[in-house]
């Protein structure tokens, strides 16, 4: 049996990744992944750009902004695939952001179901419309008549 290529076509890639050639051109452009140029002037990819691909493609569904992926991901060794502990690493640093999110959207939820029945959308007193407002802490509903 034939061993894989070590390098993937653009097209093969996107395949492979489950993602529009489009967006392998715009990552590469923010410098997510990289490709060498064949003596055709093709991109090729080596084959563990299939692991960031996956990564990237979590990280964006669960909503981490591309800078702070572009960040990961250039923590990540170059010269060698990353290995287990690299990517453990990562998802670590990932881990805290997302706790940090999650207890944000958490917070938003329940100020939600406090302005449910309110309406008012006070720039003064809205938690959801003025997340600063120190009087959204005495509770819900307008502080200012
Ligand atoms: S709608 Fe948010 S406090 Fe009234």
Same mark, same amino acid.
Request: glycine content about 8%; some cysteine.
């Given at each position: 049996? /034939? ?13 492979? /990744? ?5 967006? @392998?051109?715009?990552?590469?452009? $923010?410098? @997510? ?9 093709? =991109? =090729? ?7 960031? #691909?996956?990564?990237? $493609?979590? /990280? ?5 902004? #591309? ?5 990961a991901l250039?923590? #990540? ?13 990562l998802?670590?640093?990932? $881990? ?8 944000? #959207? ?16 006070? @720039?003064? /007193?809205?938690? @959801? ?15 200012? =008549?």
């Amino acid at each position: 049996m /034939a061993s894989p290529p070590k390098e993937l076509g653009v097209g093969e890639l996107a395949e492979r /990744a489950g993602v529009a050639v489009s967006a @392998l051109h715009f990552y590469e452009a $923010k410098g @997510l992944i990289h490709s060498v140029r064949s003596s055709g002037n093709q =991109r =090729r990819y080596a084959r563990s750009v299939l692991r960031r #691909l996956a990564v990237i $493609k979590v /990280a964006q569904r669960v909503g981490l902004p #591309l800078a702070a992926i572009a960040q990961a991901l250039d923590a #990540l060794p170059s010269g060698r695939t990353p290995t287990v502990a690299d990517w453990r690493r990562l998802s670590a640093a990932w $881990k805290l952001e997302l706790d940090e999110r999650i207890k944000t #959207l958490t917070q938003l939820r329940d100020q939600l179901d406090g302005c449910i029945g309110c309406g008012c959308l006070s @720039l003064r /007193a809205c938690p @959801l419309r003025n997340a600063q407002d120190t009087l959204a802490q005495e509770g819900a509903g307008p502080h200012f =008549r």
